[in-house]
């Protein structure tokens, strides 16, 4: 049976980047070069028992008699599994790990797999085009009811993720918790070229029905933020960006882990969401609020990939010609929307009522 991807981003986004190395035929011994076939890549990559087993064999892909089959591949490839070890991939790719050549493509990847891994450890599927935390202790109070529906997820540079209210959240009110993350860099190609792609800036847009912000609950309003405005409403994000042109992680930033694990609220335990904003209702009955990830398109830049210059890539002169047809073609490849002028990178509805 075909999995969902639409609430498991992470790891659409992993299968994407991977499929990516291999349709620009990443290599030890280069980062672009012939496309991999799911057969040739099958046979370089050791089996996760045999990798763990005989590491010694494993260093040496000539004398390893078990690899991964090439179904494998093209299951990992089109997120319809996960594969069971990273390692062996890594070494398939960028080669050892004393190989200093594809550092940041070797990080990326890892961070990748083990963010796919960890959600699909913490959040089971659920039909929703958006990742959800488990099933909140809010979800079995008689008083409240909740659902997160209308949702989908690029999968491209940006990624957004809706937590459900928790158990001390009351029938007036509630902190509706997000995660907004963007990656520097999305590697695509277009016949025998390499080009990446990077977010400049972006914003959240929210929609409310039958219920409002709290004045003074949103990140910037009690004192100034980083990387966020609330200009009209519309939570603007200019990073961060690690020290480059992009948007590079959450500007939302990481919870604070509690010295004492006394002192850990409940609401710490819904994974990887932050407070967006304190929602009061207007009046009993149904409220939603829907989040609108987006940016302007002349926010989005496309670039020639330079691999041996991948640290530095977000630096290298933009693209002067042919750019809207470049935009166009990746922004089909990740199943991202245009609505008046716009790039729809995400969106979800959290939908709530008040059962008397």
């Not at 529906?149 to 209210?165: C, D, F, T």
């Not at 009351?170 to 993350?181: E, F, K, M, N, P």
């Not at 009209?232 to 939302?252: A, C, E, I, R």
Request: with cysteine; aromatic share 8%.
């Amino acid at each position: 049976m075909a999995r969902n991807l639409a609430n498991r981003p992470a790891l659409v986004q992993f299968a994407a980047l991977l499929d990516g190395h291999l349709k620009g035929g990443t290599r030890p011994s280069t980062a672009t070069g012939e496309p991999w076939k799911n057969v040739e890549f099958a046979q370089e990559v050791v089996s996760p028992r045999e990798f763990k087993e005989n590491f010694s064999a494993a260093v040496n892909s000539a004398q390893v008699e078990n690899t991964v089959s090439d179904r494998s591949v093209a299951n990992w490839r089109k997120g319809s599994s996960l594969p069971a070890a990273i390692e062996p991939i890594l070494r398939a790719l960028f080669g050892p790990p004393s190989s200093q050549t594809h550092s940041e493509a070797r990080t990326a990847l890892r961070d990748a797999f083990i963010a796919a891994q960890t959600e699909s450890k913490s959040s089971p599927a659920v039909p929703s085009k958006i990742a959800v935390p488990p099933r909140s202790p809010a979800e079995t109070m008689p008083a409240l009811s909740w659902q997160i529906e209308h949702a989908w997820q690029s999968m491209g540079l940006a990624e957004l993720i809706v937590g459900h209210p928790v158990m001390l959240n009351d029938r007036d009110a509630y902190t509706l918790r997000v995660s907004v993350s963007f990656r520097p860099t999305s590697i695509f190609t277009v016949g025998n070229r390499t080009f990446a792609a990077g977010l400049r800036s972006a914003q959240l847009e929210p929609d409310y029905h039958n219920c409002h912000p709290e004045p003074g609950t949103r990140p910037g309003e009690a004192k100034e933020h980083d990387y966020i405005a609330v200009l009209g409403g519309v939570y603007q994000f200019s990073g961060p960006k690690d020290g480059g042109d992009f948007l590079s992680g959450n500007p939302f930033g990481m919870p604070a882990e509690p010295t004492d694990p006394g002192d850990r609220d409940p609401i710490d335990d819904v994974p990887s969401t932050l407070p967006f904003a304190n929602i009061a209702w207007d009046k009993p009955g149904t409220n939603w609020v829907e989040l609108r990830l987006i940016s302007e398109k002349h926010d989005l830049e496309i670039r020639p990939y330079d691999p041996s210059a991948a640290a530095v890539a977000d630096k290298r002169k933009p693209l002067s010609k042919a750019k809207e047809k470049l935009i166009q073609h990746y922004l089909r490849e990740i199943q991202a929307k245009q609505e008046q002028g716009k790039i729809h990178w995400a969106r979800a509805t959290l939908r709530g009522r008040v059962r008397k």
